[in-house]
């Protein structure tokens, strides 16, 4: 099982996200300017401030060459990643449904969040179950997930009741598409892969794309 | 040709910035102000100004949450 994390100048969660798949597969680094995927078997989108996120985040970042690569990887079934930047570039390459707005505190936020599983039976949340709590970070300043068709959004974790730390509609933290191959969310699983640091509820979501790439799910 | 693109916050969509922007002004003595909102200003000079609408649509606003005006 090979992990690709994709860098674009500005990405600042790459390492981390790279260090987080080398705990459950190999991992390689994909340059934004390059168009080969190296073959890899599932795509991180990772966090931090693509292109500077100049405009709207992620708005210049879906034109990147890997982009459209990543495009292709995803509408040919292949298990898509993206964590918070990386979910905000999924979303304005229209990859994902919805948008995310600036955080209605007009704040960065940095905190632990607590996440409810809503769906515990998709590629990235199978070593999760129905109603788990999960603990992981949030840092950002647009988290707030904005949809104008709520009903028809796959929303697969939820911020835990009283948690939401941006004004997301319904408290939604993360969504996948229709065909489940693609999964974005605001909160940083690869900042929460040992207890060291306070969680590794993060870990569940790499071991759950990598059961999915075994081609079985974890019980 | 010299273009401006006006982007502002759709209709319904909470704008925290419009609303610090509604909330400060009465703070410095300035009463009776309501519904503001804060978008962007986007100038440029464009040779094909039909491209425009398509600029507008793929780049320079999100159709999703925002509306956009151009004026040329």
Same mark, same amino acid.
């Given at each position: 099982m090979?992990?690709?994390v994709?860098?674009?100048?500005?990405?600042?969660?790459?390492?981390?996200?790279l260090?987080a798949?080398?705990?459950v597969?190999d991992?390689?680094?994909l340059?934004?300017?390059?168009?080969?995927?190296?073959?890899?078997?599932?795509?991180?989108?990772?966090?931090?401030?693509?292109?500077g996120?100049?405009?709207?985040?992620?708005?210049?970042?879906?034109?990147?060459?890997?982009?459209?690569?990543?495009?292709?990887?995803?509408?040919?079934?292949?298990?898509?990643?993206?964590?918070?930047n990386?979910?905000?570039?999924?979303?304005?390459?229209?990859?994902?449904?919805?948008?995310?707005?600036?955080?209605?505190?007009?704040?960065?936020v940095?905190?632990?969040?607590?996440l409810?599983?809503?769906?515990?039976?998709?590629?990235?949340?199978?070593?999760?179950?129905?109603?788990?709590?999960?603990?992981?970070?949030?840092?950002?300043?647009?988290?707030?997930?904005?949809?104008?068709?709520?009903?028809?959004?796959?929303?697969?974790?939820?911020?835990?009741?009283?948690?939401?730390?941006?004004?997301?509609q319904?408290?939604?933290?993360?969504?996948?598409?229709?065909?489940?191959?693609?999964?974005?969310?605001?909160?940083?699983p690869?900042?929460?892969?040992?207890?060291?640091?306070?969680?590794?509820?993060?870990?569940?979501?790499?071991e759950?794309?990598?059961?999915?790439v075994?081609?079985?799910?974890?019980v | 040709?010299?273009?401006r693109?006006?982007?502002?916050?759709?209709? =319904?969509?909470?704008?925290?910035?419009?609303?610090?922007?509604?909330?400060? !002004? %009465?703070?410095?003595?300035?009463?009776?102000? +309501? #519904?503001?909102?804060? =978008?962007?200003l986007?100038?440029?000079?464009?040779?094909?100004?039909?491209? !425009? %609408?398509?600029?507008?649509?793929?780049?320079? +606003? #999100?159709?999703?949450?925002?509306?956009?005006?151009?004026?040329?």
């Amino acid at each position: 099982m090979k992990f690709g994390v994709v860098r674009f100048p500005g990405s600042c969660d790459d390492v981390d996200a790279l260090l987080a798949c080398e705990r459950v597969g190999d991992a390689t680094m994909l340059w934004h300017a390059d168009r080969d995927l190296n073959g890899v078997d599932a795509v991180v989108v990772p966090g931090g401030f693509s292109y500077g996120d100049y405009l709207r985040a992620g708005a210049i970042a879906r034109f990147a060459p890997v982009m459209e690569s990543v495009a292709e990887f995803a509408r040919d079934g292949g298990l898509v990643l993206g964590i918070c930047n990386g979910f905000q570039v999924l979303c304005e390459a229209g990859l994902l449904p919805g948008a995310l707005l600036p955080n209605v505190s007009l704040k960065f936020v940095c905190r632990q969040v607590g996440l409810t599983v809503v769906e515990p039976d998709t590629a990235f949340t199978s070593a999760c179950e129905a109603g788990e709590r999960l603990s992981i970070p949030v840092k950002h300043m647009s988290g707030r997930y904005f949809t104008p068709e709520p009903e028809s959004v796959r929303v697969v974790l939820r911020y835990a009741s009283g948690e939401n730390p941006n004004g997301s509609q319904d408290d939604i933290a993360a969504v996948r598409n229709e065909a489940g191959n693609v999964f974005g969310l605001m909160p940083h699983p690869e900042h929460a892969v040992d207890l060291l640091t306070g969680s590794d509820s993060g870990l569940r979501i790499f071991e759950s794309m990598r059961a999915h790439v075994a081609g079985h799910a974890l019980v | 040709m010299r273009a401006r693109v006006l982007v502002r916050p759709k209709d =319904g969509i909470l704008d925290p910035q419009g609303q610090a922007v509604e909330r400060a !002004l %009465p703070a410095l003595g300035f009463a009776g102000v +309501s #519904n503001v909102h804060v =978008g962007r200003l986007i100038e440029l000079d464009v040779e094909d100004p039909d491209k !425009l %609408p398509e600029m507008c649509e793929q780049l320079l +606003s #999100n159709p999703l949450i925002e509306d956009y005006e151009i004026q040329t």
